[in-house]
C-alpha cells in the first residue's frame, strides 16, 4: 500500500500498547501530537501483510513485537484525553472530526506555516480567512502569525463576522491552494459552518502576545464592538493574575513547577507574591529557585509557557472545576 511518510508512522504508533504510545506522545509538541492524531483518525483499513511491511522498514526487530491494530477515532481520542486531558481533548476531536469529512482544505494541516502563508501571500484577506476558519486554530495562528502586522486585523475581523461559506467556493479556493503547493492530494467532501467570533478568539489565543495585541488594538480602532466581543471569548494570562485566591488555588494544583517558574519569568515582584502566597510555604521556596535556576530565556518559550497555564486554566473551566468570567467579567470561584 503506498502511504505517505505521516501515515507510515501513524500506521507505527497504532501498533504500540497504550503506555507506550503515551511515552512517545509525551515527547512530543501538542501541534506533532494533533497532527499525528489526525493521520491515526484518517488511517484505511490495513491488512496484516500492509502493517507488516511498514513495521518491517521501520525496524527489522519489530516483527517480534507486531500486534495488528487499526487506527481510527476511537484510538486518537482515548490517546488524546491521555496526552491532553479530557477538555482539551474533546476540543481536538471536534476539529478532527471536521477534517475526517475530508473538508477541501484539511490538507493544509500538513503543509509547513511559512509555505500556506507564502502562498495566500496575494489573496485578499477574506480568502485568507476562509482557509484559516478550515485548518486546525494552533496551525491557523502559525499561519497568521506570517503576515504583515497591518493586515492580520483584517483577516480576523473577517474570521469573526464570517458566516457559511459556500461549498463551491471552498472547493475553489482548494483546487488553487492545491496547484500552487503541488500537492498531489485528495480533496472534496463537504463545507462547515466555520469561522466566528468563537474561531477569531481560538486563533488569536494561539499567537504570540505582541501579535495578538496589536491585532486587537487595531482591530479596536476600526470596530471597537467586535472587538469587545472578540476580547470576550478569550483569556490570556494576564487574566490569570486577577483570579481570586480560591480559584488561583485550585489552578496551581495542575499547574506543573516548571511551567509556572517560566511563565513567571518576567513577573514582577508584585505578581510572583500573587502566586506564592497561594501555594505552601515549601512550594513557594521550590517555585522562587526554579525561576531564579531559569536563566535567560527565549520569549517565546515564556509565551509557551503561559499558555501553558491558561490551557489548564481553560481545561478546569471546562470540567466544572473552576468558573472563570470572560473578558472584563468578575472572575469568581
Do not use: C
Not at 484518517?42 to 507488516?52: A, N
Not at 521501520?58 to 486518537?76: C, I, N, P, S
Not at 493544509?108 to 509555505?115: A, D, G
Request: avoid cysteine.
Amino acid at each position: 500500500m503506498n502511504l505517505t511518510g505521516p501515515q507510515r508512522a501513524a500506521v507505527i504508533i497504532a501498533q504500540l500498547d497504550d503506555d507506550r504510545a503515551n511515552l512517545l506522545l509525551r515527547s512530543m509538541t501538542e501541534n506533532e501530537v494533533i497532527r499525528l492524531m489526525a493521520e491515526v483518525a484518517r488511517l484505511p483499513s490495513l491488512t496484516t501483510d500492509d502493517v507488516r511491511e511498514i513495521v518491517e522498514a521501520f525496524t527489522t526487530e519489530a516483527g517480534a513485537y507486531l500486534q495488528v491494530r487499526q487506527g481510527g477515532m476511537d484510538l486518537a481520542q482515548r490517546w488524546l484525553h491521555d496526552r491532553l486531558g479530557g477538555p482539551r481533548a474533546a476540543e481536538v476531536m471536534a476539529e478532527l472530526e471536521l477534517m475526517a469529512q475530508d473538508q477541501p482544505l484539511a490538507f493544509l494541516n500538513r503543509i509547513e506555516p511559512p509555505l500556506v502563508a507564502g502562498s495566500l501571500a496575494d489573496e485578499h484577506p477574506q480568502v485568507v480567512a476562509v482557509v484559516l476558519a478550515n485548518i486546525f486554530h494552533e496551525h491557523a495562528a502559525r499561519v497568521l502569525d506570517r503576515f504583515d502586522q497591518d493586515v492580520r486585523p483584517e483577516i480576523v475581523r473577517r474570521m469573526a463576522t464570517m458566516v457559511a461559506v459556500p461549498p463551491a467556493l471552498v472547493q475553489r479556493i482548494a483546487d488553487e491552494m492545491t496547484l500552487r503547493l503541488s500537492a498531489v492530494l485528495r480533496s472534496g467532501g463537504s463545507p462547515a459552518d466555520v469561522g466566528g467570533v468563537s474561531a477569531a478568539a481560538a486563533v488569536l489565543n494561539n499567537v504570540d502576545r505582541t501579535a495578538e495585541k496589536q491585532i486587537l488594538a487595531s482591530l479596536e480602532a476600526s470596530d471597537p464592538d467586535l472587538a469587545d466581543v472578540i476580547r470576550g471569548e478569550m483569556f490570556v494570562f494576564d487574566d490569570v493574575v486577577q483570579l481570586d485566591d480560591l480559584t488561583l488555588q485550585s489552578v496551581l494544583r495542575s499547574v506543573v513547577l516548571k511551567d509556572l517558574a517560566l511563565a513567571l519569568k518576567t513577573a514582577n515582584h508584585e505578581v510572583m507574591g500573587k502566586f506564592t502566597r497561594n501555594i505552601s510555604e515549601r512550594a513557594a521556596q521550590d517555585l522562587i529557585e526554579e525561576v531564579a535556576s531559569l536563566g535567560p530565556q527565549r520569549l517565546s518559550i515564556i509565551e509557551a509557557a503561559q499558555a501553558a497555564v491558561v490551557r489548564t486554566v481553560r481545561e478546569l473551566a471546562d470540567s466544572g472545576t473552576i468558573v472563570i468570567g470572560r473578558g472584563n467579567d468578575e472572575l469568581i470561584a
